[in-house]
């Protein structure tokens, strides 16, 4: 029900937009996240954005990426800018059907197959 798309390989300093596509639901009726995980690591918070378009981000990506949502066509961004090696990661999106806590992976219902983002240095 969610399909990420747009991760792949890039230079330190580039971007890279990820999408994530939501089938059979409407996506704003759902609070929005991406989250992410490194080899090795736990999968953690990147950002969220809430039924009112509210947004709200991991202290380390703030002013770098940015979520958006396009309810037209049932599709969630992260824009991701300024890159660092240490962004390497499957990037995950999620819905959930609660509007807080969204930096809890709990505060989400369905997940997607994640997307490989690799940003060489």
């Known amino acids: 029900q969610l399909q990420a798309s747009g991760g792949g390989l890039v230079q330190a300093g580039g971007s890279l937009r990820l999408s994530c596509a939501m089938a059979?639901?409407?996506?704003?009726?759902?609070?929005m996240g991406w989250f992410r995980q490194a080899p090795g690591r736990e999968r953690e918070f990147v950002a969220a954005?809430?039924?009112?378009?509210?947004?709200t981000y991991a202290g380390s990506m703030k002013g770098r990426f940015a979520i958006s949502r396009d309810n037209a066509i049932n599709t969630v961004y992260l824009q991701m800018n300024s890159l660092k090696p240490e962004d390497t990661a499957v990037y995950y999106c999620?819905?959930?059907?609660?509007?807080?806590?969204?930096?809890?992976?709990?505060?989400?219902?369905?997940w997607g197959q994640g997307t490989q983002v690799t940003v060489s240095s």
């Open positions: 999620a819905a959930g059907r609660r509007n807080y806590g969204l930096s809890s992976s709990n505060a989400y219902d369905y």
């Open positions: 059979g639901r409407t996506v704003s009726q759902y609070a």
């Open positions: 954005i809430g039924w009112s378009g509210g947004s």
